[in-house]
């Protein structure tokens, strides 16, 4: 076995899905099984129980998986040793985020991250944002952009950068551009496009139990990309973050419904782990993305609420 297979290996451990998996190593479908097969070859333990429906790691393959992290943890630090200049921090900074958070929340991070700490080099993972915050739960990431629970667990250091309310897009050139009523009205007449999990779907949920409304329901995606796409056919209102709408591909052909004070908004940052540990090249990691983290003004760099 080599580190393309363990990385490989991980991937479809992570995702417990081969096509998204085979899709990130830049492996065919088929190609990704072979190597797992191969993998269980070698060690002459099945790594996943397989069907047709779902995918799930085996006792033996959560025991490899320990296993295949260390050696890639290993692998890093002995690469980031022979990098290492002085005092320079060295390594790779793996991140979870969001299409939108690239495009906007990113890029002042990155720009001071590589003006301050040029050794640093970011692996991102895109994804829905809910998906953010077990990202780094997990050990898959080491930071995360996401919406920030209103009261966020000790385990998780949260900086909010930003504050955008929720609101329902709906295609300019659709049925829905002038919708009417009040909240409880719009949202058991028109059809919605809602997120499956997420801070925006729990606060929804809360809302739509305390008035005992029943939702009209269209479709439930994953990432507020999906819940565009569905709203630019015209399928109904998309529950997103205002600076969805005002950032990137989202400019133009869609219009923009107050979701009232009901939803509110949500501030959107950075989440890491708390506690700082794991090797001496991670920890030095570590400390230096939370310098740039918690000694940045991040209101000079996105200004007022959006």
């Known amino acids: 076995m080599d580190f393309f297979e363990l990385k490989a290996f991980l991937q479809l451990g992570s995702t417990l899905h081969f096509a998204r998996a085979a899709e990130a190593v830049n492996l065919s479908p088929s190609a990704l099984s072979r190597l797992i097969s191969r993998l269980e ?8 129980e397989r069907s047709s429906r779902e995918v799930m790691l085996t006792a033996e393959g959560k025991k490899f998986a320990a296993f295949a992290q260390s050696c890639l943890a290993g692998q890093e630090e002995l690469l980031a040793s022979f990098a290492r200049t002085g005092d320079a921090v060295t390594g790779t900074l793996h991140v979870y985020a969001s299409v939108t958070a690239c495009y906007t929340i990113m890029p002042p991070f990155i720009k001071k991250l590589a003006a301050k700490y040029p050794g640093i080099h970011l692996s991102i993972e895109t994804g829905d944002p809910a998906g953010a915050m077990p990202a780094v739960r997990e050990g898959r990431a080491e930071l995360a952009v996401a919406a920030i629970p209103d009261v966020p667990a000790d385990f998780f250091d949260c900086i909010p950068v930003r504050t955008s309310p929720l609101v329902f897009a709906a295609s300019s050139s659709g049925p829905y551009v002038e919708v009417s009523g009040s909240p409880q009205d719009i949202v058991s007449s028109v059809p919605l496009i809602l997120p499956k999990a997420g801070l925006a779907r729990e606060r929804f949920d809360s809302w739509v139990r305390s008035r005992n409304v029943t939702p009209m329901v269209a479709a439930e995606t994953e990432g507020n990309e999906a819940n565009m796409a569905l709203a630019a056919l015209g399928l109904g209102i998309a529950l997103v973050p205002r600076i969805v709408l005002e950032n990137g591909p989202y400019r133009e052909g869609f219009i923009c419904h107050s979701a009232g004070n009901a939803l509110g908004g949500y501030d959107i940052g950075f989440i ?15 400390l230096a993305v939370t310098d740039i983290l918690h000694n940045t003004r991040w209101q000079d760099s996105f200004g007022g609420d959006n």
């Open 41 to 48: 070859d070698e060690v002459g333990a099945t790594l996943f």
């Open 272 to 286: 890491q782990r708390t506690r700082i540990s794991g090797t001496e090249s991670v920890r030095r990691l570590r």
